[in-house]
């Protein structure tokens, strides 16, 4: 493990960057960061009716006023069941590749690979949200996105990751950094 005092704040914000930057499979670039594969763990999926969902997802999937869908509330974690993140996907119907079933332990995008279902995603967009901890609220990054598959099915995605292995942006780039540089050695 790392000296905390010795930590390239550079690589953390930057890792932090790429992931919220990423058009391609979040939990790859998770599994890269944390050096484990992370698996899903369903905690509710069910149909609601469209006036229960994020506006984003409405947008998103084209959803109107009488128009139902699919939400699924998980979070990824780690062999030894450490939340790396919280996710919501919302969609119609899965596409093809994927069950959409809240028994399946892999991951959206790893799964969506083995199908060989080819996608695109659009980010909506990124930045901090906040992480409920045990009854603490703590500042975490998030990014939400589109999926859509080469069969014309369409997922909305919030990811919320825990600020235990993603740092969150920085409010203020421009103080992190003056103290961080203030920090390193100087060299003749």
């Not at 905390?4 to 704040?9: I, K, L, R, S």
Request: a neutral charge.
């Amino acid at each position: 493990m790392s000296d905390p005092a010795h930590t390239d704040v550079s690589l953390i914000s930057g890792a932090t960057r790429m992931l919220l930057a990423g058009d391609g499979s979040t939990t790859l670039l998770l599994e890269a960061l944390l050096d484990c594969r992370l698996t899903v763990h369903v905690d509710r999926q069910e149909l609601v009716p469209a006036d229960r969902l994020a506006p984003a997802a409405l947008a998103a999937l084209g959803l109107g006023a009488g128009d139902t869908a699919v939400e699924r509330i998980s979070a990824l974690r780690t062999p030894a069941g450490t939340v790396v993140s919280r996710n919501t996907v919302v969609f119609t119907a899965p596409p093809t590749g994927w069950s959409g079933s809240a028994q399946d332990l892999a991951p959206l995008g790893r799964r969506l690979r083995e199908g060989r279902t080819r996608q695109h995603r659009e980010i909506l967009s990124s930045g901090t949200a906040v992480w409920q901890d045990g009854g603490r609220q703590r500042a975490c990054a998030y990014k939400e996105y589109v999926i859509t598959c080469d069969d014309g099915r369409r997922l909305y995605v919030h990811e919320r990751f825990s600020p235990d292995h993603v740092h969150p942006p920085a409010e203020n780039r421009t103080d992190q950094d003056a103290d961080w540089r203030a920090r390193l050695p100087h060299t003749g």
